[in-house]
């Protein structure tokens, strides 16, 4: 049987109260607040099913991460009448600090003539030098404290391709010249988390630590709708429907800053078998 009520009257339940409290602690209250916040301020997001709502405020709740779009840790983002959860850059990083595994991480902008080769074996890069202010790429590197390290290089086109194949809303601003998906309107920001994302799903910790599954978790339900079976369904990249077929207004940028891309702090990476698949496919 549907539940009729408003997200006001849900919100302020026992059992959601309980669900809270029993993720937050004392935190719980004001969790909820910023859940009636958010929506309050998005007049697509009040659109959008309550169910998908409380699923993605709930993932945000587990992973212990704010949902204020101010502060860039996490988000709730409306499209197509859901609410995706979507992580964002001060989220993984906040993750990743917490299971300190991670000497560096870093993701930035390749300029002409940086690269002037990448060892087909070993996959390093061969250092060149700048030769002008074009951006020809994006790169990530990691490196454990064990001592491993691993660097991912994608050129800009590689990056666009990516985007394009897993980005029904970026189809669409290609072919009609609109400016309506995040990857329109930040694509330095998207790619910069869509390098780091692959390299860490790739090469990242990934083991059942119970001390460092949240990244893993994260990275997972990344972009995604949760079904109420707890499944991902990840709405913008389903090829079910041509590009003509999906309206641009429903799709709400994001305010994905570039700050603190940079990071020398020792950071982990979340310790969770999971679908490489899956995390590939919601960036």
Not at 101 to 129: N, P, S, W
Not at 252 to 270: G, Q
Request: hydrophobic share 35%.
């Amino acid at each position: 049987m549907a539940d009729n009520r408003s997200l006001t009257e849900i919100l302020r339940s026992d059992i959601v109260k309980k669900r809270f409290t029993d993720m937050l602690g004392e935190n719980s209250a004001s969790f909820i607040s910023s859940i009636m916040t958010v929506v309050n301020t998005s007049n697509r997001l009040k659109e959008c099913s309550t169910a998908t709502i409380l699923s993605a405020a709930s993932i945000a709740a587990a992973l212990k991460l704010p949902i204020n779009p101010s502060l860039g840790f996490a988000y709730i983002v409306p499209y197509k009448g859901q609410a995706q959860f979507q992580i964002g850059w001060k989220g993984l990083i906040q993750l990743a600090e917490r299971s300190n595994q991670y000497r560096k991480l870093h993701a930035g902008k390749v300029y002409e003539g940086q690269i002037k080769d990448i060892d087909f074996i070993t996959g390093d890069i061969i250092r060149g030098e700048k030769i002008s202010d074009k951006v020809v790429g994006y790169v990530a590197y990691m490196e454990l404290i064990n001592g491993f390290n691993k660097t991912l290089y994608m050129t800009i086109d590689e990056i666009k391709d990516h985007a394009a194949k897993y980005s029904q809303s970026y189809t669409y601003d290609l072919k009609y010249g609109r400016k309506t998906s995040v990857w329109s309107t930040n694509f330095d920001s998207m790619a910069k988390k869509t390098v780091m994302k692959l390299l860490l799903s790739k090469y990242g910790i990934m083991s059942i630590d119970t001390k460092s599954t949240d990244m893993a978790k994260a990275l997972q339900a990344d972009q995604s709708v949760i079904q109420s079976d707890g499944t991902y369904r990840y709405i913008d990249n389903e090829r079910n429907k041509s590009v003509d077929e999906i309206p641009f207004e429903e799709n709400i940028p994001i305010d994905t800053t570039e700050e603190n891309f940079e990071v020398d702090d020792e950071i982990e990476i979340s310790d969770f078998e999971t679908s490489e698949t899956n995390i590939e496919n919601n960036l």
